[in-house]
């Protein structure tokens, strides 16, 4: 086996994103993602659905990611897949796709965790992107994640908070969702709060200690002001929309801000570095770009489509455990709650 050149398969479908990825050592040769439309009628993901979508796409998304790498599956080194944490019908599909993927081209399979991909996938190699430095604090931020990191090492992490209830993502669109706008409201949220005021309206921050987050609160509390405003003004909704999601963008925001800043505080480490989908957010961007100007610190944000749910992220978590030697037998299950 060529020690130089790894090909790394890997395998991502822990919730609504089928994908698939290859990578030549660190460097990304195709990433493919099948984003599931299905759950948008729902306004949120449906677990029985989602896997059966992802049953559906494994196979085409496979053989696309390898089309587009220009790679034979006999050059694979070995097969990365995630096994947790997510939704178990969706973990399943990619897990049994794996393991006998791996079985019949007789490589080594590698479980991942999805939380710990999300911070390694800072480590993809990309022009002009210098990954951050150990240690560092990371922060996820998605539909499904809000934690805070001390990452002391590639394997080595210490989960210093984690929402209590719903992740950021899920107050960015439940918000969204009370304002009328289609799933997922976040993107949309954000960019009609560009055009508001964000001190217009006042939302409570929930009082939580340490480092752990709350959002469900937020969701309540937006949901009893717009009917409180409606009730005076049936058209307030659509009078007040840009600085209604101004001011909703800048409470999340803070919150997000808050809980950082008392990680560094606490740790005394000043590189921080952001994942998840809300990463795209044009206020946590603004956030993170004054706290390098007045406080001093390093942020690293990966490029959108490492941040959002991807096989990529799950590749160079491969490519990581195969330099050290670390597989997986066939024996290895899914694992809906997996921690870091
Ligand atoms: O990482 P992701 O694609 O999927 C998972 O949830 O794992 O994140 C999607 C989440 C959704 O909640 C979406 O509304 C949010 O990220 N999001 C945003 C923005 N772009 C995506 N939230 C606020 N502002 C954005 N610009
Ligand atoms: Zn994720």
């Known amino acids: 086996m060529d020690k130089e050149n790894i090909y790394i398969l890997a395998i991502e479908s822990s919730c609504d994103d089928t994908s698939a990825a290859v ?18 009628e729902f306004g949120g993901v449906v677990p029985e659905l989602a896997s059966r979508a992802h049953q559906q796409n494994i196979v085409p998304v496979v053989h696309q990611a390898l089309a587009k790498a220009n790679i034979d599956k006999k050059q694979l080194s070995a097969i990365a897949f995630t096994r947790g944490p997510g939704l178990m019908g969706s973990l399943l599909v990619g897990t049994s796709f794996a393991k006998s993927l791996a079985l019949g081209l007789d490589i080594p399979l590698i479980e991942v965790n999805h939380m710990q ?33 001390l990452v002391k090492h590639y394997f080595d992490m210490e989960l210093l908070g984690q929402t209590l209830d719903d992740a950021v993502g899920e107050a960015f669109d439940k918000s969204a969702k009370i304002l009328g706008l289609s799933y997922p409201g976040g993107p949309l949220l954000d960019r009609l709060a560009q055009n508001g005021n964000p001190t217009a309206f006042r939302f409570p921050k ?45 409470t999340i925001v803070t919150i997000l801000m808050d809980k950082l800043k008392l990680a560094v505080k ?61 597989f997986s037998d066939q024996g290895v299950t899914a694992k809906a709650r997996y921690h870091i």
């Open 206 to 250: 929930p009082k939580v200690a340490g480092l752990d987050f709350s959002f469900s609160g937020l969701k309540t509390s937006v949901l009893y002001f717009v009917q409180r405003q409606l009730k005076e003004n049936p058209k307030f909704v659509e009078e007040h929309l840009n600085d209604v999601c101004a001011s909703i963008q800048h």
């Open 117 to 149: 991909a999300h911070i390694l996938a800072h480590f993809i190699e990309e022009e002009n992107v210098r990954p951050p430095e150990f240690p560092f604090l990371a922060m996820t931020i998605s539909g499904g994640h809000t934690q805070i990191v």
């Open 266 to 326: 606490q740790t005394g480490i000043k590189d921080v570095a952001i994942g998840g989908g809300v990463s795209a957010n044009s206020g946590i961007r603004k956030a993170l770009q004054q706290a390098e100007d007045e406080l001093g610190w390093t942020s690293y944000i990966p490029k959108f489509e490492y941040c959002t749910d991807n096989a990529a992220m799950i590749g160079i978590v491969g490519y990581l455990k195969y330099k050290e030697g670390t």
């Open 23 to 40: 990578l030549h050592n660190t460097k990304t040769l195709s990433n493919v993602v099948a984003t599931q439309k299905i759950h948008e």
